[in-house]
């Protein structure tokens, strides 16, 4: 199982542009960029040895034709269609999700009941009891402000445009203070969501998060360092 880090600028949506979001990365100038679909800036096998795995150049895989998506800010494979990706906005939107194809049609927007959406970050999608599942993480905090964070989960829609449902609202905070994460993951093997700080130092923490057994607050600890700067994005490969 690998863990993948990456960092890449985000750019607002441009009216002479069809909008976009790359399936593990982020958007530049609304295309989608594609192909390890990141720039790798940290690469980690969570095994009984280190694996150091080559990726081939980024390419752009499509431009997004839904203008509503204006600052793609997480971006999901699908775990029920190996051709469809979720993605949603940053700050200032509603909770929803928007789903595409790999030719960037708009297929759907799912909204989530339930949720709410303060600064959504990152999205992560992963396979538990034959169940798909999103999740969605509320984890902004520019200011180092917030004293709580939050990660939705839902279960992926079969249908792109029906509404989904909150199946579980994870409330957490990390154990030394304030920090803004913008990279989220879920290892199923481990049953812990993974968090990487997004800050200007070349050194940034990670954070893993127990699956919680009750609602109550959980509490995300450091697990790692990394040589990498401004993380935006995090995906662990199903395998």
Request: charged share 25%.
């Amino acid at each position: 199982m690998n863990l993948r880090f990456g960092s890449a600028s985000k750019f607002r949506w441009h009216p002479r542009w069809p909008g976009c979001a790359g399936a593990g990365c982020s958007i530049a100038s609304s295309s989608i960029v594609c192909a390890g679909l990141w720039w790798m800036l940290g690469l980690v096998a969570l095994a009984t040895e280190n694996v150091v795995i080559s990726y081939q150049p980024a390419a752009q895989l499509c431009e997004l034709q839904q203008e509503k998506i204006r600052e793609s800010s997480g971006l999901a494979t699908s775990r029920r269609n190996s051709e469809r990706f979720w993605t949603h906005n940053d700050r200032g939107d509603e909770p929803r999700l928007f789903a595409f194809g790999m030719d960037g049609q708009h297929l759907g927007t799912s909204h989530v009941i339930g949720a709410e959406a303060a600064d959504w970050e990152d999205l992560a999608s992963f396979v538990a009891a034959d169940e798909a599942y999103l999740a969605i993480g509320d984890l902004g905090d520019n200011d180092l402000s917030r004293a709580q964070y939050t990660i939705y989960v839902v279960k992926e829609p079969v249908n792109p445009k029906k509404d989904s449902s909150v199946e579980r609202q994870i409330d957490f905070r990390y154990e030394d203070g304030s920090h803004d994460c913008e990279a989220l993951g879920f290892d199923v093997l481990r049953g812990e969501f993974l968090l990487a700080e997004k800050c200007k130092a070349p050194r940034c923490r990670v954070y893993a998060l127990p699956w919680p057994r009750r609602s109550e607050e959980g509490v995300a600890k450091m697990i790692a360092i990394i040589d990498a700067e401004f993380v935006t994005a995090m995906d662990i490969s199903a395998d």
